[in-house]
């Protein structure tokens, strides 16, 4: 079946530091892969995605490269400012499949000190 | 181009009622998917509708139901609610089965006391 396994937080960074969020995934065919973000109080923002193997998303700084080997999605950001602080979570879906939904992985909490 | 929009953004229930959400999805998007968010359980998929029929259900109990209309807006129903049905649900839309990508409303905070 499909699944997302991805790096337990809580993560708190000093501003201006290197970002690694780890995220693996177990599918059984070809999917798309999405980092989403979610701020206080609020519902789910994509913030990127990759829908084929060696594909690179990127947005506002922060980029994940699909790797098919490692079956891996790891999510990277060069220099973190407060704002970024949030919950990030990967996820992966397989269109074309009975099963075209969205499954997640549990969340990493990022705190962003100034 | 206006987002996902979710009707109440909170609510409060006790044990046996029932309730109704909305979700408004954006415009000309046909598909709508349901998830329940808890901090046990994390994000985990209820069902999507397409068409105004249910194409796809997660693993939830019968109490758990929705339904789509013709202009594509969606509810779900829980019904005798228990404790354990407190959480945030989210709506999301996408313009159709075939699009990979899914766009978040703000969700629905029920509380269930």
């Known amino acids: 079946g499909n699944s997302v396994t991805q790096m337990e937080g809580p993560v708190t960074l000093s501003e201006e530091a290197f970002l690694t969020i780890n995220c693996t995934y177990t599918?059984?065919?070809?999917?798309?892969l999405f980092w989403y973000v979610q701020y206080p109080g609020e519902g789910l923002q994509l913030l990127l995605k990759?829908?084929?193997?060696?594909d690179k998303g990127s947005n506002k700084g922060f980029e994940a490269t699909y790797r098919k080997e490692t079956t891996s999605f790891h999510l990277e950001k060069g220099s973190v400012q407060v704002s970024d602080s949030a919950v990030y979570f990967c996820?992966?879906?397989?269109?074309?499949?009975?099963?075209?939904?969205?499954?997640f992985g549990t969340g990493t909490r990022l705190t962003v000190i100034p | 181009k206006a987002g996902v929009t979710q009707t109440p953004r909170y609510l409060i229930k006790t044990r046996g009622q029932q309730v109704t959400l909305s979700c408004s999805p954006i415009?000309?998007?046909?598909?709508v998917s349901w998830y329940q968010q808890t901090p046990g359980q994390g994000l985990q998929f209820l069902f999507e509708?397409?068409?105004?029929?249910?194409?796809n259900k997660g693993n939830f109990p019968g109490r758990f139901s929705g339904r789509q209309f013709s202009n594509s807006r969606s509810e779900m129903n829980v019904s005798t609610l228990e404790l354990g049905d407190s959480a945030l649900y989210l709506c999301?839309?996408?313009?159709?089965?075939?699009?990979?990508?899914?766009?978040f409303g703000p969700g629905t905070r029920l509380t269930v006391l």
């Open positions: 996820a992966l879906s397989e269109i074309g499949t009975g099963a075209n939904n969205l499954f």
């Open positions: 415009s000309g998007h046909r598909s």
């Open positions: 999301a839309s996408r313009l159709d089965r075939g699009t990979d990508t899914q766009y």
């Open positions: 990759a829908t084929k193997a060696d």
């Open positions: 599918a059984t065919g070809y999917p798309s």
């Open positions: 509708y397409f068409s105004e029929t249910q194409r």
